[in-house]
């Protein structure tokens, strides 16, 4: 199974900040990878699929990048409702695999 | 609109079984693969089953692997998932994705809100 591990597993940081998320594949997943974004109480939205590509609809502050074993989700200006709980998946192989998640909070 | 919505969460008693159901609507249901994935309260998401897009094809997390069925209703625009022997570390909430087929990459465009499952004696 491929394991995916992100860190940091959380992170405190303020409005306009720059963040990165990183997300490292225990083995090559080409760029079958995406990123999610969770609130409280609610479903995960998808931000980036293909490790790169916007989903529609999503702010352009949001950015993915890499391929293979190494990603990073970068939030250029983070906003307040920016703070959630953010999560890598991989679907390159099953078992479909997300990775542990990085809680995003306000400090 | 595209929209997905779990049903059938409760308590249950260890070693008991449940079924969940996945409503679709505002789709050509037919035309995509349906995902369970779980969520235990205050922890990540775990993905739990797959199912294709014309049935004929599933994949299961080797934590229900065995117990866990999931099966699809075209007529109904229905996906389930039954559990079987159920134990304390199946509690979670439980949403149901459609998964888009993307030449670079696939994804989970729309998910349902969730049905809670509780196993406690």
Redesign the interface.
């Known amino acids: ?1 491929i394991q995916l591990t992100q860190s940091p597993s959380f992170l405190s940081a303020s409005v306009g900040d720059r963040v990165a998320i990183t997300c490292r594949a225990s083995q090559d997943i080409s ?4 990123w ?1 974004q ?1 609130k409280p109480g ?5 931000l980036i ?3 790169s ?1 916007l ?1 529609s609809g999503v702010p352009s502050r949001f950015s993915g990048s890499g391929s293979g074993t190494e990603f990073t989700l970068t939030i250029a200006s983070l906003q307040p409702e920016d703070f959630a709980s953010y ?1 890598c ?1 991989q ?1 390159h192989s ?8 990085t809680k995003v909070e306000i400090k | 609109q595209v929209q997905l919505v779990e049903s059938g969460g409760g308590v249950v008693q260890p070693g008991r079984s449940l079924r969940l159901s996945c409503a679709a609507s505002g789709f050509n249901f037919n035309r995509f693969g349906i995902h369970w994935v779980r969520q235990a309260p205050g922890k990540g998401l775990e993905w739990v089953a797959r199912i294709s897009s014309d049935g004929t094809s599933q994949h299961y997390a080797d934590s229900v692997k065995g117990r866990f069925t999931i099966s699809r209703d075209d007529s109904k625009n229905t996906v389930a998932l039954q559990m079987n022997s159920l134990r304390a570390d199946d509690t979670a909430f439980y949403y149901c994705a459609r998964v888009v087929l993307h030449l670079s990459g696939n994804y989970f465009d729309y998910w349902g809100p969730g049905t809670l499952v509780t196993v406690s004696s």
Not at chain 1, 31 to 34: G, K, N, T, V
Not at chain 1, 42 to 46: D, F, I, L, M
Not at chain 1, 94 to 101: A, E, H, K, M, S
């Open positions: 199974d760029s079958y990878l995406a999610y969770q609610k479903a995960p939205k998808v699929y293909a490790a590509t989903q999560y998946q679907l099953y078992p479909l695999t997300f990775g542990g998640g």
